[in-house]
């Protein structure tokens, strides 16, 4: 039986942006977990216009090239990681942009966090993501990585540099995201 796909979606799209360092050493946890096949879709690079869609996405009635791609690249995710910073208190504007974009596609499948910042560590980003989620039927992990003070883990290299509470985290919701996969196939599949 082939393995369930894994979409890390790395929200932040600011040149410099922390967010990518951090996703990739998520994404070596993943591919380490081996749980999943494992995809990272970077907001940067797939550049989705302020939604223009004159529909509402459950239609599914897209009429732009850019939002067909997006919905097959989500319709063939069956998890997905959040990796996303805290701004102004809340989570930043493309990953609601991007969010929005789709409907049908995020329903019944489960979501984790990856979420960093300052003292707040992104949770208040994170707690702003939950109603939205919830609006797409999404399920949202109780475990969850929290990194407190990002730049600190970051080396000279620009690599992300975890602590062992932050590892362990990791696997945690690696963990949760397969048993709810798990539980909500059934519900995708009517
Ligand atoms: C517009 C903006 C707003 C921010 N607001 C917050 C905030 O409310 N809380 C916080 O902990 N950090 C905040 N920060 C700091 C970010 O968490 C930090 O710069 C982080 O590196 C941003 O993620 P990125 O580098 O992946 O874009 C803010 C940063 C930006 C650019």
């Given at each position: 039986?082939?393995?369930?796909?894994?979409?890390?979606?790395?929200?932040?799209?600011?040149?410099?942006?922390?967010?990518?360092?951090?996703a990739?050493w998520?994404?070596?946890?993943?591919?380490?977990?081996?749980g999943?096949?494992?995809?990272?879709?970077?907001?940067?690079t797939?550049?989705?216009?302020?939604?223009?869609?004159?529909?509402?996405?459950?239609?599914?009635?897209?009429?732009?090239?850019?939002?067909?791609?997006?919905?097959?690249?989500?319709?063939?995710?069956?998890?997905?990681?959040?990796?996303?910073p805290?701004?102004?208190?809340?989570?930043?504007?493309?990953?609601?942009n991007?969010?929005?974009?789709?409907?049908?596609?995020?329903?019944?499948?489960?979501?984790?966090?990856?979420?960093y910042?300052g003292v707040?560590?992104?949770?208040?980003?994170?707690a702003?993501l939950?109603p939205?989620?919830?609006?797409?039927?999404?399920?949202?992990?109780?475990?969850?990585?929290?990194?407190?003070?990002?730049?600190?883990?970051i080396?000279?290299?620009g690599?992300?540099?975890?602590?062992?509470?932050?590892?362990?985290?990791?696997?945690?919701?690696?963990g949760?995201?397969?048993?709810?996969?798990?539980?909500?196939?059934?519900?995708?599949?009517?």
């Amino acid at each position: 039986m082939s393995k369930p796909v894994l979409q890390i979606i790395i929200a932040s799209t600011r040149p410099g942006r922390v967010g990518l360092p951090v996703a990739q050493w998520f994404e070596g946890v993943a591919r380490e977990h081996g749980g999943f096949e494992v995809e990272v879709l970077d907001l940067a690079t797939i550049a989705l216009p302020l939604f223009d869609e004159p529909g509402h996405p459950i239609a599914r009635q897209y009429v732009h090239a850019h939002s067909l791609a997006w919905s097959e690249t989500i319709d063939r995710g069956d998890a997905f990681v959040l990796v996303h910073p805290e701004y102004n208190h809340s989570y930043n504007a493309a990953l609601k942009n991007a969010l929005d974009y789709l409907h049908v596609e995020w329903n019944y499948k489960p979501v984790g966090f990856v979420s960093y910042g300052g003292v707040s560590a992104g949770t208040r980003a994170q707690a702003a993501l939950k109603p939205v989620l919830g609006a797409l039927r999404m399920t949202p992990t109780t475990e969850a990585v929290n990194v407190p003070f990002v730049a600190q883990f970051i080396d000279d290299a620009g690599r992300f540099v975890p602590n062992d509470m932050l590892s362990m985290g990791a696997l945690g919701m690696l963990g949760e995201l397969a048993k709810l996969d798990g539980a909500l196939r059934p519900l995708r599949a009517a």
